[in-house]
């Protein structure tokens, strides 16, 4: 596989890790998916290489990726209740 692919993928989502790799998978061996090898996390099989790498750069946003300014407001005003045992 060539390493000019590995190149266009984005760090894990969940732990931010670089060590991410396609893998070719399948019985047959037509199916690829991106794993994190920091975390084990991968995206879901697809039938070429592009595919794969594209389903795992178009997850959702990591922390780290997350600008501050784009990350929603903590839940401050929601009251706690206490149940009685």
Request: with cysteine; hydrophobic share 35%; glycine share 4%.
């Amino acid at each position: 596989m060539s390493a000019n692919l590995e190149e266009t993928m984005k760090a894990c989502p969940f732990c931010n890790g670089v060590n991410v790799h396609l893998h070719q998978d399948g019985d047959d061996g037509n199916a690829y998916v991106v794993m994190c090898h920091s975390c084990n996390s991968s995206s879901s099989e697809k039938h070429t290489p592009e595919l794969a790498i594209d389903a795992w750069n178009a997850r959702a946003t990591g922390p780290a990726e997350t600008n501050a300014a784009e990350r929603p407001a903590p839940v401050t005003d929601v009251p706690i209740q206490s149940f009685a045992a």
